[in-house]
């Protein structure tokens, strides 16, 4: 179990500096939110863009990166922007930076220099607090890469984004002064579509049929050879996995991620990018193109044992971001976004301690373990609300509407208090209770 508010290498001192909290993807925050007893107030703007993230750098510091979602017409690009986090609104805004015309969420983290970097389709920019860019790197890959961490001597490592049939993913370690590649990029065996997490010692990549991990340190950079597990087969009823949750001994994951907007939009070369019309499958609530149940995965990470939970049971499920593994409550928080459905599973049984039919989760939660509360939003279908829920009950704490249209499969973040940050589609939100 790691202390939260201890400071990360590699990332400046700040509780939330990089997507998810950390490289382990626990999503966990120190504290409480004030759910159970506090009031909530909505702080909601619309800034018709695709949003990203938060993520903090000194403290009350927020900066918000993300996309634009020009899936036709004028070319699509990055940004970030630095915001006050009481109105949302932004205070420095970056130029407009490259992406080699690829459409999908990038990333964002507040680094140990103090600079800012972004991943974003096929470039990685370095900016400073005032989001100036003082360095631009075009990827070995033309494609749209996911994801960006910062590993503990201060590099950083990307990959690109790879479906069913496109080759071996790029994985690519970066200098953070220079902006340079640090040797030969990695090409996995396979394709990967999830986000890499890593540890102290590995980067974990989620491929089209196993999972890999890389060895770092003391001038290791290549697949670990002893560790690759297969979770899924290419003539079986399910989707590939998304993101890694590392916690504990273990590495919890979901896959049925490929949904049709996924393989729409990496149909596309550049990513995401239609021409004239963009297709109607670009919605996350069409059906799933497989026949199998949302699915539950926990490796053992010494080992590389699998095992599999089905805590809904309804065919064809499917999501676009990971499960949250909360060991302080000895839960697995997990969803199917195209049939709904939440669920807490037990982490050493798989058995569901607790099932949430009603709720329509899709974004990547955030989780107060001392609190036992979690936030994840529930698409009521004019509308994308955030509930509280217990996380070793299920019981719902707090309904608030955020006063956005859409849901996706973003990142919530902890604010500068009682407080939770909100990112989607055309509309970002601040719900703080009092």
Same mark, same amino acid.
């Given at each position: 179990?790691?202390?939260?508010?201890?400071?990360?290498?590699?990332?400046?001192?700040?509780?939330?500096?990089?997507?998810?909290?950390?490289?382990?993807?626990?999503?966990?925050?120190?504290?409480?939110?004030?759910?159970?007893?506090?009031?909530?107030?909505?702080?909601?703007?619309?800034?018709?863009?695709?949003?990203?993230?938060?993520?903090?750098?000194?403290?009350?510091?927020?900066?918000?990166?993300?996309?634009?979602?020009?899936?036709?017409?004028?070319?699509?690009?990055?940004?970030?922007?630095?915001?006050?986090?009481?109105?949302?609104?932004?205070?420095?805004?970056?130029?407009?930076?490259?992406?080699?015309?690829?459409?999908?969420?990038?990333?964002?983290?507040?680094?140990?220099?103090?600079? &800012?970097?972004?991943?974003?389709?096929?470039?990685?920019?370095?900016?400073?607090?005032?989001?100036?860019?003082?360095?631009?790197?075009?990827?070995?890959?033309?494609?749209?890469?996911?994801?960006?961490?910062?590993?503990?001597?201060?590099?950083?490592?990307?990959?690109?984004?790879?479906?069913?049939?496109?080759?071996?993913?790029?994985?690519?370690?970066?200098?953070?002064?220079?902006?340079?590649?640090?040797?030969?990029?990695?090409?996995?065996?396979? $394709?990967?579509?999830?986000?890499?997490?890593?540890?102290?010692?590995?980067?974990?990549?989620?491929?089209?049929?196993?999972?890999?991990?890389?060895?770092?340190?003391?001038?290791?950079?290549?697949?670990?050879?002893?560790?690759?597990?297969?979770?899924?087969?290419?003539?079986?009823?399910?989707?590939?996995?998304?993101?890694?949750?590392?916690?504990?001994?273990?590495?919890?994951?979901?896959?049925?991620?490929?949904?049709?907007?996924?393989?729409?939009?990496?149909?596309?070369?550049?990513?995401?990018?239609?021409?004239?019309?963009?297709?109607?499958? &670009?919605?996350?609530?069409?059906?799933?193109?497989?026949? $199998?149940?949302?699915?539950?995965?926990?490796?053992?990470?010494?080992?590389?044992?699998?095992?599999?939970?089905?805590?809904?049971?309804?065919?064809?499920?499917?999501?676009?971001?990971?499960?949250?593994?909360?060991?302080?409550?000895?839960?697995?928080?997990?969803?199917?976004?195209?049939?709904?459905?939440?669920?807490?599973?037990?982490?050493?049984?798989?058995?569901?301690?607790?099932?949430?039919?009603?709720?329509?989760?899709?974004?990547?939660?955030?989780?107060?373990?001392?609190?036992?509360?979690?936030?994840?939003?529930?698409?009521?279908?004019?509308?994308?609300?955030?509930?509280?829920?217990?996380?070793?009950?299920?019981?719902?704490?707090?309904?608030?509407?955020? $006063?956005?249209?859409?849901?996706? $499969?973003?990142? &919530?973040?902890?604010?500068?208090?009682?407080?939770? &940050?909100?990112?989607?589609?055309?509309?970002?939100?601040?719900?703080?209770?009092?």
């Amino acid at each position: 179990m790691l202390d939260r508010s201890a400071p990360q290498p590699g990332y400046w001192p700040s509780k939330w500096p990089v997507e998810c909290g950390g490289n382990r993807r626990q999503k966990a925050v120190a504290g409480e939110l004030g759910a159970r007893d506090g009031h909530p107030i909505v702080t909601t703007r619309q800034n018709g863009k695709w949003n990203v993230m938060f993520v903090e750098r000194d403290p009350g510091e927020f900066f918000l990166a993300g996309t634009m979602a020009a899936f036709t017409g004028p070319g699509p690009h990055g940004w970030v922007e630095r915001i006050d986090v009481e109105t949302l609104e932004p205070e420095a805004v970056s130029p407009e930076l490259d992406c080699g015309d690829h459409v999908w969420c990038g990333a964002v983290l507040a680094h140990q220099s103090g600079a &800012l970097f972004n991943v974003n389709g096929s470039y990685v920019h370095r900016l400073d607090r005032d989001c100036n860019v003082t360095g631009e790197l075009r990827l070995p890959a033309d494609e749209a890469h996911n994801g960006l961490l910062a590993l503990p001597d201060g590099t950083l490592v990307t990959k690109d984004l790879r479906l069913e049939g496109q080759g071996g993913t790029t994985v690519t370690r970066i200098d953070p002064e220079s902006l340079e590649i640090l040797g030969e990029p990695l090409v996995l065996p396979e $394709g990967s579509m999830g986000r890499i997490a890593a540890d102290d010692t590995h980067v974990y990549v989620p491929g089209i049929e196993h999972l890999f991990r890389i060895a770092f340190g003391d001038g290791q950079w290549a697949v670990d050879p002893s560790w690759s597990p297969r979770y899924r087969h290419l003539d079986g009823p399910t989707g590939l996995a998304w993101d890694f949750n590392l916690s504990g001994d273990h590495a919890w994951l979901m896959d049925c991620g490929d949904i049709p907007p996924v393989r729409a939009i990496f149909g596309q070369h550049p990513n995401g990018r239609f021409g004239d019309r963009a297709p109607e499958t &670009l919605s996350w609530q069409s059906p799933a193109p497989w026949s $199998g149940p949302q699915r539950v995965l926990r490796v053992d990470r010494a080992t590389g044992k699998l095992e599999a939970a089905e805590p809904f049971g309804t065919p064809g499920g499917g999501i676009f971001s990971p499960p949250v593994h909360v060991p302080e409550h000895g839960v697995t928080v997990c969803w199917d976004s195209i049939n709904g459905g939440l669920a807490g599973i037990d982490d050493e049984t798989l058995a569901v301690q607790w099932l949430r039919p009603e709720i329509r989760a899709t974004m990547q939660p955030a989780v107060w373990p001392d609190s036992g509360e979690l936030v994840i939003n529930d698409f009521v279908g004019d509308g994308d609300d955030l509930v509280v829920v217990d996380v070793a009950t299920g019981e719902l704490l707090c309904r608030v509407a955020t $006063g956005s249209r859409l849901a996706n $499969g973003m990142f &919530l973040s902890p604010g500068s208090g009682n407080d939770v &940050l909100y990112a989607s589609t055309l509309a970002v939100a601040r719900v703080s209770f009092v």
